[in-house]
């Protein structure tokens, strides 16, 4: 099946420091792929979109300028966390969608990384 | 914007018992898509229901979508230890949303031995 790696898996930096995350798509190409926040025992939070060769779009409330999204290739997306403070201390995860040529959208199945847990002091 | 409601938040059983999940979604779905999270992991499809009023089974699972595509259930027959998790269902709203999901909140199913 579809294999989504995250990295790092876990992350612990300093107060005002940058972080990257990387998600790729290791068997499938991922025109899209999707950020999530998730605090303990809560739901996941989608943070944005991201989507090949153009901008990220951003759910309201998420500062673009401070999360950071690349989507440089098919297979590689990057959450650059800026100036991270202690309240970014989360679970992130990626999620990327394996769109099936020939099917419709709705179809589509997303398919998330293990996830990467940023500790900020 | 979509909404979509879970309940119940907690659920404990006894090993053995049968255990139910609702989602309700504020708007008409194109498809609704059920997860699993085990403590620590992260979430692993489930199944994905399309149709009105589907009913698909995977062993001791079984999940339905409402006729009017708005409501969808997850229903676990006799649990075990290994269903321990939270179980999260996500909705997908259709159009030009690019297969963006809205989650609810998650039920968090313990099961005692």
């Known amino acids: 099946g579809a294999v989504v790696s995250q990295h790092p898996s876990w992350v612990i930096c300093k107060s005002g420091t940058s972080v990257k995350i990387e998600c790729r798509s290791l068997?499938?190409?991922?025109?899209?792929m999707f950020w999530y926040r998730q605090f303990p025992k809560q739901s996941l939070m989608l943070m944005a979109t991201?989507?090949?060769?153009?901008?990220?779009?951003?759910e309201q409330g998420v500062e673009k300028d401070k999360f950071l999204i690349n989507h440089a290739s098919l297979t590689l997306s990057t959450l650059t966390v800026t100036s991270a403070h202690p309240e970014d201390s989360s679970f992130y995860i990626c999620?990327?969608?394996?769109?099936?040529?020939?099917?419709?959208?709705?179809?589509?199945?997303?398919?998330f990384g293990p996830g990467t847990r940023l500790t900020v002091l | 914007g979509q909404q979509v409601m879970q309940i119940p938040q907690y659920q404990h059983v006894q090993e053995g018992e049968d255990f139910t999940t609702y989602c309700n979604s504020s708007?008409?779905?194109?498809?609704i898509q059920w997860y699993k999270q085990r403590p620590g992991g992260h979430p692993v499809f489930l199944i994905q229901?399309?149709?009105?009023?589907e009913v698909k089974k995977q062993k001791r699972l079984t999940f339905q979508f409402g006729e009017a595509k708005k409501n969808s259930s997850l229903h676990i027959t006799a649990t075990q230890t290994t269903d321990v998790g939270t179980y999260f269902c996500?909705?997908?709203?259709?159009?030009?949303?690019?297969?963006?999901?809205?989650f609810g909140q998650g039920t968090i199913l313990t099961v005692h031995p």
């Open positions: 999620s990327a969608r394996d769109r099936a040529s020939g099917r419709a959208v709705f179809a589509d199945t997303q398919y």
């Open positions: 068997d499938f190409q991922a025109t899209t």
């Open positions: 991201s989507n090949e060769g153009s901008k990220a779009t951003y």
């Open positions: 708007t008409t779905l194109s498809n």
């Open positions: 229901l399309v149709k009105s009023g």
């Open positions: 996500a909705g997908y709203a259709g159009g030009t949303s690019y297969g963006k999901l809205t």
